[in-house]
Every structure is written in structure tokens, then in C-alpha cells.
């Protein structure tokens, strides 16, 4: 049987697993203004969490500022509103960007929000080669499961390769996409096509840039996955195996890469947040804790434990630290650190682990055959066979041949009473009133200019990093600089329907 640390990366990408270094404790953060979120960043950072990964509200995931019509409502209500980089300053103040890793789950307009976090690395005096950290930057999943695209897919994928680029020539720690299956599985889809879609969209990026002229083992090593852990143990475990031996496999043998590192998959995984219930909310620690195990078991680099209140709102403080205690019980109390690959032999894991290989290798094929990830997403296959897969599991709850304990048995009928996170208005009030000083006080000639600049290099064929920090440096905002793009490359609207 293949070693850990040895191709294809079966039993982990690390010879000594867990015994040289935990998985990183990464606990995903974000509400409200910049400065509330910094506040639970340090709070988290003080009781053990070694990364820091920041939720945006909606507003910023859309590319607009706090105060456009069309954010009206939605200020902070899923993660921390950041418009300029006035905000990202204030986001991070206090803490040194060389000195810590960040996750940011942002994906249309990652590379306006990583030029925003460059700049800020830039100011504070460090070299961008030491800067490490990920953007998520999946835009190839948000047209399959999470919606939240603006651009129709070319223009897309080639801001996902501009950024791609620019990382591996300046910017050699960072990840420039977490490719992503968690939100694939959020929205219903089951284990094997989490993770076949996932991988078949990870392929898609690296015929991408390679065909930008990149060469592959400049830029796969810093490529990165994030994927969901769902409640089934034993099937999310062998879905971790099958990814790094095919993702191995694939970039050795049919993308020529030769560089090791190369073939390592790495990825962050979260427990999952649809799993989660609004009834007996205390019942999702024990979810939560067997997810987590899964996900260390399965040999994940990095890992987010949701907080037990999160089927009602945004975690408070007591249920985030809960959460990041979950992970940190299992790190120093159980055990499982001290062997890699604790269930590697077990004969019921291998038979899991080889089902989900062989089953992701059936949709590649049959990606082919409607002729590639774009033209599955552009004509709805893979959204459709996402939207099947829910409907089977919905069925099967309903028929309680699936049991969620606490919703579709042993409810006991009481209401939940448990402390809420919530926005307040005022918040939002003192958001827009710091974006209007940011645009009465900066030179407003100087970001003219530099949008000027963006809409032209945004018209050609230029990398689009250099052009946008530029603009983010003279204090444009998001929205405006969004809005360029907008002019220049349209909205996307899909031509498929259920």
C-alpha cells in the first residue's frame, strides 16, 4: 500500500501527517463594520486560532459599495462590509499581514479585494513575496451552485488567470483560487459530484493558464481546494483520499506537470453549513465535532468549524469559541494526531474511497461529452444535476428514510432559545458616512485617472492586477471600480432554464 508523503498522495501529502504540524485553525469571520470584525479577529486570534478567513456581506460579494440602492438592506448581514481599502486598513488593524495567513471568500470581485489587501501589505512595509494566504476567486462554481457571478464566463476566467499570473510571479505564498466543491454541496449536490465537479472546475483552471503561455508547475503548486464535510463519516473521509489521488494522477499524466508539489492537493475544509438545524441547535456540536473528526481524519490542511447558532444568524462570540474549542479537542486530546492516516487499509474506506473515484471519473466523461466545464455550465447540465440530487435528498427526509434527529424525529416541539448576533442599523449609517469621507478627502482627479486606466487595460489584454492596484491605492471603491468592469465586459445573464 502507497506510503503518505509519496504519489499519488493517497494516504496524505505529508509523511509525518499531523506529528510535524496541525492543520491550521481557521475560524471564517465577518459582520458589520471593519471594526467589529477586527475586534472578534483579535478575540479569536487570542484564544488559539492560527489563520485568519474573512466573510464579506453581500453588498461586497456583488461589487457594491454600502451605500448603492442595490445594497440597500444588506449591509453586514452575512460578513463585514469593505469598500475601499480605508476599509481593508481598518479590517486589519493591528495585526501584520507578513505575520499571519488569510482566507478571503470572495469571488467576482476577488481581484479587486486582493489588490485591496496587497496595497495594505504594501503600507505596512512588507514584501509581497512574504505574504501568504488565499482568495477564493471560484468563479466557475458561483454559475453552478451559489449565483453569485456578474460576468459572463470569458471575462471571467480571465480575471481568475490574471490573478493566477500575478501570483505566481509576485506573489509566491499566496493561493490565488480556493477551488471550491463547499458550496457545490450546499446546494444540494451529493458527495461524488462535489467532488468530481470541483476537481473537473480545478482542470478547467489549468488548461486556462496554461493556455495564457504559464507554465504548469509555475502556478499548480499554489492552486488550493475548500471542501464541505457532511455528516455521512465514513463517505466524506474517502472522498478526501480519492481527491489528492486523482487530482495527483491528472496533473502528472495529463498536464505534464513533473514538479512534486504539483501533484499535492491541498485543502481547507468547513463542516457543513446545511447540515446544520434551527431546532435543538445544541444537537449541532455533536454534528459539527463529527465533521471536524472526518475532516482531520481525511487529512485536510486547514479547517473551519461552523458554530451551533448559525441556522439562525451570524455566531456570537460564545458560539464561535465553542466551535474553535471543537477543533482544538480533537488536535490535543484524542489522538488521532499521533498516526497519519489512522483508517488507510480499512477495507470499508478503501471500497468508499475507490466509489468516489470511479464515480467522479463517470462525470468527467460525461462533462466531455457536452464539451467542457463552460458549456456544462452554460447550458445548466451540471446545475441541473445538482438540482436532481437535492430533490432525492428532500424525498428521502420527507419519507424519513433519511432521520435529521431533532426536525424530522425526536422533536420534542420546543422553541429554540439560544443569544442572536444582529446587525444594527446605526452600523450601517456610520458604513456609508466613512465612505463619503473617504471620497470627499482623497484626490479625486488622481482616481478618475486611475479608472481611466482600468477601463483601458480592462479593454485589452493586459494583466488587470497592476491597473487595479493602482486604483485601489488612490482610494477607488469598489463599486466604481466594479462598474468599469461592468461597462466594459457586461452582466451575465444564463439562456438555460429548469
Known sequence: MDLPGEFPYLRGIHETGYRGRLWTFRMFAGFGRPQETNERFRFLLDQGQTGLSVAFDMPTLYGYDTDDPRAFGEFGTCGVAVSSLAD?????????????????TINAPAAIIWAMYLALAEKQGASLDKIGGTIQNDILKEYMAQNEYIFPPQPSMRLVTD?????????????????SGYHIREAGSNAVQELAFTLADGFEYVRHAQERGLN??????????????HNNFFEEIGKFRAA?????????????????????????AQTSGQSLT????????VRVSLQALAA???????????????AWALPSEEAALQALRTQQIIAHETGVTDTVDPLGGSYFVEVMTNQMEEGSYDYFRRIEDVGGVVPALESGFLQREIAEAAYIYQMEEDRKERITVG????????????????????GERLQIEGINEVR?????????????????AARGNENLMPPLIEAVKSYATLGEMMDVFRGVFGEYEPSWAF
Open 244 to 268: 489528492r489521488r486523482i487530482w495527483a494522477q491528472e496533473m502528472r499524466d495529463t498536464f505534464g506537470a513533473t514538479d512534486s508539489r504539483s501533484h499535492k492537493l491541498r485543502f481547507h
Open 296 to 310: 482531520v481524519l481525511g487529512g485536510c490542511q486547514s479547517l473551519h468549524t461552523n458554530s451551533k447558532d448559525e
Open 88 to 104: 481593508m486598513e481598518t479590517l486589519f488593524h493591528g495585526i501584520r499581514l507578513d505575520g499571519i495567513t488569510t482566507s478571503m
Open 216 to 229: 504548469v508547475d509555475d502556478f499548480a503548486p499554489r492552486l488550493s481546494f475548500f471542501f464541505n464535510v
Open 278 to 285: 434551527a431546532q435543538q441547535p445544541d444537537n449541532n456540536v
Open 440 to 456: 470627499r478627502i482623497r484626490d479625486n482627479r488622481d482616481v478618475a485617472e486611475k479608472l481611466r486606466a482600468l477601463e483601458s
Open 163 to 179: 490573478t493566477v499570473e500575478f501570483a505566481a510571479r509576485h506573489v509566491p505564498r499566496w493561493n490565488p483560487i480556493s477551488i
Open 407 to 426: 426536525v424530522n424525529e425526536y422533536n420534542t416541539g420546543e422553541e429554540a432559545d439560544i443569544p442572536l448576533l444582529r446587525v444594527d442599523r446605526e
